[in-house]
């Protein structure tokens, strides 16, 4: 596929049949591609030749309100609508039907064979009680030679028929009996179900503290979904990493059969697979990553996106898209109800559900004995770690504690590696990555220095790159493998693994993590962000986060927020189950507004806080904001190019443009980088001024100018 601007005329052959929406190959120059028909014209006389299309692949066409929320998502992310049909139609293979086989069905009316060996009457005894397979298989499951099995074939003693591979998935049961709601739940409930019967627009937000059963309360609701219609089908997006074997299982208990899985683990056969049952409308939910959003469904009757404040909906590469935003815009074109589930949403989210645009469904109790963890500051200014150590003695104390009573502990940390900085003793050098402004982190674990931004890696010298001075290079501050070695060295009986990035390589490995700490078999886990969603460990009582105060060292519109959202996420993790937990954050600045917030656990105050800065400044939720990143090989020349460009923004009311400053991290990967950051009233169409913008420039071919409306991260 290439990303085309705007869709090209065709001519269809006359024994063709052709409808928009339908996938189809045609000439594109010298070269054959896919493409999708958009709409069909009328024959013009004496128009130029066109190029007849080639084939009709045999896929269901797309929906015409999914080429509405192709079109409408390409204006709104400012790109070719060629760009956004890439990602719908990512697995070209999957538009032929699946390849089929023989497989093996017992022949009621046959005639017994005569010469009925044992190893024969097993077969036969086996294919009356199991599901078809093929003879290969069939012989491996009965512990036979394949010949046994095409003798009794040959004999017409048992019959064959062509199936496909990939068999369909199994229908989901929406009439299995879930848990007893409690009242608060119950009620939520109910108005989520009478939402889904009204099979229109609608977005509801669950806020819930976590394990207030959020998951329980929707899958009411895709129950409601599929019992209005077996037919329906319902897609369900969770940040990747909590993409776990736990949620799948409790899909599969809540509704008999498992869900169908999008995420980037999956095997291009898998993948092929759930494209394709998701285009037939077999595949009836879906539980996927943010990409599964552009999934071809042809009768979406409702969307989850669970943790919707997770920064991971946000694709940065490529086309710049937040797929919670997406979610709501195709449920308008596709006129069915979303829900929004948090134990802390996002502020633009709680806002939009305090003015009414989104229902507001709270859940405020853990049902049964799981409480909210109590949580607890550590003033490190009183509570000093020894030197060179990272944990307090009361934080140690408290793990040693929890390992005594056979229970878990959790230590969060957003620091990969060893430490975040390698500074040389003899000349003061901090050691950066090539061509960029971004520290080295040093790995004990693989003995390299690490640019966590460009992938940049070395092993870490015996010399200072800069003086030569011989073992000279010292690794400051705590990285998570650096507190591991502290916790090894304090508590040497505990069982402790690490999970980050860098320690877990696949879903797999992670899947494989995630299940050991779920049966107990880890002591202390120690991670970064990765370990903060939705994962339930019920012996886990204890949570301490080594470094509260890092993470609000960000500086952009959402840092205090989002240090929020981590860190009352972690804390959650903590006493999930029967067992009370708690959990104890090491600040050196225990008065500010968020550690007091987080203490009292008082979200609401702290957001309101936020919220008021907003609106003075004019930020979203109150206005609009996109940003425009031009980036260039040569210093000079970017410098002027973001001139140019600055001095070409068009004129509109109520917007304004700041910049060309260079952009927070202003060299990367050998690319000079300037930024324009671009307010608007909300009454603008800020997409239709930044493509406008965008449209008019005339720039070098080696520049690249990236648009991204709704900035999260402002690097
Ligand atoms: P959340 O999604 O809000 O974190 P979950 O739906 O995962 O919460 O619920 C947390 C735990 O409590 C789960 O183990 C769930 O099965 C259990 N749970 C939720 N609601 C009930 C209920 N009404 N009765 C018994 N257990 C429940």
Redesign the pocket.
Same mark, same amino acid.
């Given at each position: 596929m290439v990303p085309l601007p705007e869709p090209f005329d065709y001519a269809v052959p006359e024994e063709m049949h052709v409808e928009p929406g339908m996938v189809v190959k045609a000439p594109l120059g010298p070269i054959e591609r896919t493409g999708v028909v958009w709409t069909i014209g009328e024959e013009e006389e004496g128009k130029r030749d066109l190029k007849p299309i080639y084939m009709v692949y045999p896929s269901p066409p797309l929906t015409d309100a999914m080429r509405t929320f192709i079109e409408w998502s390409a204006k709104y992310t400012c790109v070719n609508p060629g760009s956004i049909l890439r990602m719908v139609l990512r697995s070209p293979q999957a538009l032929f039907p699946t390849k089929t086989q023989s497989v093996v069905l017992p022949n009621d009316g046959a005639e017994l064979p005569s010469r009925l060996t044992s190893a024969r009457q097993r077969v036969l005894d086996f294919v009356k009680h199991h599901p078809p397979m093929t003879q290969a298989e069939l012989g491996r499951e009965v512990g036979v030679s394949t010949s046994v099995v095409k003798g009794l074939v040959d004999l017409g003693a048992l019959s064959t028929e062509e199936r496909p591979v990939d068999l369909p998935y199994r229908r989901p049961d929406p009439d299995r009996t879930?848990? &007893? /709601? &409690?009242e608060e739940?119950e009620s939520a409930a109910g108005h989520l179900r009478r939402r889904v019967r009204e099979a229109a627009f609608s977005v509801a937000l669950?806020d819930? #503290? &976590?394990?207030? =059963?959020? &998951?329980? #309360?929707y899958?009411e609701a895709i129950a409601e979904a599929l019992r209005m219609d077996p037919d329906a089908q319902v897609l369900i997006l969770l940040p990747e990493i909590a993409l776990t074997q736990a949620i799948m299982k409790?899909f599969e208990d809540r509704f008999g059969a498992r869900p169908t899985e999008w995420h980037s683990g999956l095997s291009d056969a898998d993948r092929r697979r759930a494209w394709r049952e998701v285009a037939n409308g077999r595949a009836r939910i879906v539980v996927g990553a943010r990409s599964a959003l552009f999934l071809p469904f042809p009768n979406l009757r409702l969307a989850i996106v669970?943790e919707e404040h997770d920064g991971s909906y946000k694709q940065e590469d490529g086309v710049v898209y937040h797929a919670r935003n997406l979610c709501i815009a195709r449920a308008r074109f596709e006129k069915f109800a979303v829900i929004l589930?948090s $134990?802390t949403p996002a502020l633009e989210t709680l806002h939009n559900a305090r003015v009414g645009r989104f229902d507001y469904l709270q /859940?405020t109790a853990?049902?049964?004995a $799981?409480r909210l963890p109590d949580v607890g500051l550590i003033d490190l200014r009183e509570s000093t770690p020894d030197k060179g150590d990272w944990l307090s003695p009361t934080l140690t104390q408290a793990l040693a504690e929890t390992l005594a009573s056979g229970e878990q502990s959790l230590l969060f940390l957003n620091r990969r590696g060893y430490a975040p900085l390698v500074i040389c003793k003899a000349c003061g050098d901090k050691l950066k990555s090539p061509g960029t402004e971004s520290w080295l982190t040093e790995h004990r674990y693989t003995g390299r220095l690490v640019c966590h931004l460009t992938g940049y890696s070395m092993r870490r010298p015996d010399r200072c790159p800069k003086c030569g001075a011989r073992d000279s290079l010292m690794g400051v501050g705590p990285g998570i493998e650096r507190v591991a070695e502290e916790v090894r060295r304090k508590l040497p009986e505990a069982g402790i693994e690490l999970l980050s990035s860098d320690t877990i390589q696949s879903g797999e490995e992670l899947r494989a993590l995630i299940g050991r700490m779920e049966q107990g078999e880890i002591d202390i886990l120690i991670g970064t962000q990765m370990i903060a969603k939705?994962h339930?460990f019920p012996g886990l009582t204890l949570v301490g986060v080594v470094d509260a105060d890092a993470s609000l060292k960000g500086g952009d519109l959402r840092a205090g927020e989002r240090t929020f959202q981590l860190l009352s996420q972690v804390a =959650?993790r903590a006493g999930? $189950?029967e067992k009370p937990g708690r959990a104890l954050l090491q600040t050196y600045d225990p008065d500010a507004p968020l550690m007091q917030a987080l203490a009292a656990t008082d979200r609401d105050t702290f957001l309101a806080c936020e919220e008021g800065m907003r609106e003075v400044m004019g930020m979203p939720p109150f206005g609009r904001l996109a940003a425009m990143i031009l980036s260039f090989p040569n210093d000079q020349e970017a410098a002027s190019l973001a001139k140019q460009i600055g001095m070409s923004a068009p004129n509109a009311e109520g917007v304004e443009v700041w910049g060309p400053a260079p952009a927070p991290i202003s060299v990367l990967r050998g690319r000079y980088r300037w930024r324009f950051l671009v307010r608007s009233e909300l009454t603008v169409d800020l997409s239709a001024y930044m493509s406008a913008w965008k449209a008019e420039l005339k720039l070098p071919a080696q520049a690249r100018l990236q648009v991204d409306v709704d900035p999260y991260s402002f690097l």
């Open positions: 879930g848990f &007893t /709601l &409690t739940q669950i819930g #503290v &976590t394990g207030s =059963g959020k &998951t329980e #309360v899958f409790r669970d589930a $134990a /859940l853990r049902p049964g $799981a939705g339930n =959650g999930r $189950a």
